[in-house]
């Protein structure tokens, strides 16, 4: 088969096992258009005469889980507090979560992808893989319902709340930063943020530096999410040192 620039994405082309994968780890049929679209990122769109992305179907599967995982909070954590059901709302569907799970059934491998993400391994990127996650449910919503996208929250993301570690991933970590530098009288406090790629596709670096000292580098969309998740990572170091 030739790989014309100008061509549609085949399935077979990302892994030739690609629909076969998914539908056994996720536990849900795909209509294979949709999932071709729900795995076109857009870099991969640019490159090939701007096909469609999954831009939308990642804006309509972020919804999509968000209902999902609220009706399940609400209804299984009657005695809580809504500001601490919306605390665990956001560690279980940050970027560090739902990337977290694309891992765990090898998501990275079947997105397509464009040459300069594959260089710089975008298939192993937060934002890149739970964006594609999303995609899938919102993918999956299409075709098949609620129900159908349900099997893949319940499956993937649901377990989560068991994590305490992910389950951390929706704290204010630049404050504990902060709280555990002053306690231990560890010094100024930079985030050092570099940003790359296209304005359309930027991705942010931040890395953070305490009293001269490097501690974690984290990735992400926005400079806020890279600075928090640089903090978050760094913050068992910091309360070593």
């Given at each position: ?17 690609t ?18 679209l729900?795995?076109?990122h ?7 005469d ?22 399940y ?25 739902l990337?977290h799970v ?8 079947h ?38 996208a ?17 389950m ?6 630049k ?10 009288g ?16 930027r ?11 490097q ?27």
């Amino acid at each position: 088969m030739n790989r014309s620039a100008h061509s549609t994405p085949n399935i077979s082309w990302a892994a030739e096992n690609t629909l076969e994968h998914l539908t056994k780890h996720l536990g849900v049929s795909f209509d294979t258009e949709m999932l071709r679209l729900a795995l076109t990122h857009r870099s991969y769109a640019f490159e090939h005469d701007d096909l469609p992305t999954n831009e939308r179907l990642e804006f309509l599967g972020d919804a999509v889980l968000g209902v999902l995982v609220t009706d399940y909070l609400y209804e299984t954590f009657q005695n809580e507090a809504e500001s601490e059901l919306a605390k665990k709302r956001a560690s279980i569907v940050s970027t560090v979560a739902l990337a977290h799970v694309a891992r765990g059934f090898d998501l990275g491998p079947h997105i397509f992808l464009g040459e300069g993400e594959i260089r710089t391994h975008g298939g192993n990127k937060d934002s890149i893989l739970a964006d594609t996650f999303e995609a899938l449910i919102g993918a999956t919503y299409l075709h098949a319902g609620f129900d159908a996208a349900w099997v893949i929250v319940e499956r993937h993301v649901i377990p989560l709340l068991e994590d305490e570690q992910l389950m951390g991933a929706g704290k204010d970590w630049k404050t504990l930063v902060q709280m555990a530098v002053d306690k231990n009288g560890l010094g100024a406090i930079e985030y050092k943020v570099d940003g790359t790629g296209p304005d359309h596709d930027r991705t942010f670096s931040a890395t953070l530096i305490i009293g001269g000292k490097q501690f974690a580098t984290a990735q992400a969309k926005t400079k806020k999410d890279a600075e928090r998740l640089a903090a978050w990572q760094s913050l068992s170091d910091i309360e070593k040192a």
